[in-house]
């Protein structure tokens, strides 16, 4: 199984900055996913990351809003831009794994105020 | 309409108890179906994946309808440990990836 870890755990930001959310696996993996969940709700997909190309975002999410950046197979960052109280969520990267399900990173939790 | 729609929860149930979760998906081309379970603060894991056959693991036994896009969810002997949120998913394959869809999720709770 693929143990991922991201950083920060936690956050608490002022509304009008950016955060940037790093997510780091122990396999080599040619896509990663990022989500968000927001308080109560389910996870909703906002981009799949490959390596060596441009990231595919989901219908409601724009790059300018959520820059990610994947230099390599191991890694990927998710920012936040000009973050505002809506953006207070769980943001979650994950990995295929066989059989097409994902592992899940442990989350970032952003408060925005 | 949500693709992945599910009872609204919560479950409130005895130790010992059996419950049932439903869940139906509106895309056709959904082609892998899924429970996670999801701790409160933690991420989602894979409880099981749902097979055409219907496939059983231990206390839980899942159930795939594709006729009816429906997937269903039965625990026996509820545990005070089940007490989680059940995540129906479907997997949907596009051109050249594929994506996950999750339901918005079922609140169990099992009580002593």
């Known amino acids: 199984s693929a143990v991922i870890s991201q950083k920060p755990s936690r956050d608490i930001c002022q509304r009008g900055t950016s955060l940037t959310i790093q997510c780091q696996v122990d396999?080599?993996?040619?896509?990663m996913f990022w989500y968000r969940q927001q308080p109560g709700q389910s996870l909703t997909l906002i981009a799949t990351a490959n390596q060596g190309s441009e990231a595919t975002y989901e219908s409601g999410f724009v790059i300018d809003k959520f820059p990610i950046s994947r230099p390599n197979l191991t890694f990927s960052t998710l920012t936040v831009s000009n973050m505002s109280p809506e953006d207070s969520s769980i943001y979650l990267c994950s990995v295929p794994r066989g059989g097409g399900e994902q592992y899940f990173g442990p989350g970032t939790r952003l408060t925005v105020t | 309409r949500k693709e992945v729609e599910q009872d609204p929860g919560p479950f409130n149930v005895p130790e010992g108890a059996t419950v049932a979760f439903n869940c139906t998906y509106s895309?056709?081309?959904?082609?892998?179906f899924f429970w996670y379970r999801q701790d409160c603060r933690k991420e989602p894991k894979l409880l099981m994946s749902?097979?055409?056959s219907g496939n059983e693991d231990g206390r839980f036994t899942a159930q795939l309808n594709r006729a009816s896009q429906y997937i269903s969810l039965l625990i026996r002997d509820s545990k005070l440990s089940d007490s989680a949120t059940y995540l129906c998913?479907?997997?949907?394959?596009?051109?050249?990836?594929?994506?996950?869809?999750f339901g918005s999720g079922t609140r169990l709770l099992v009580r002593p």
């Open positions: 998913v479907v997997r949907v394959v596009l051109d050249s990836s594929y994506k996950l869809i």
């Open positions: 749902v097979y055409s």
């Open positions: 396999s080599q993996v040619t896509m």
């Open positions: 895309n056709s081309a959904s082609q892998s």
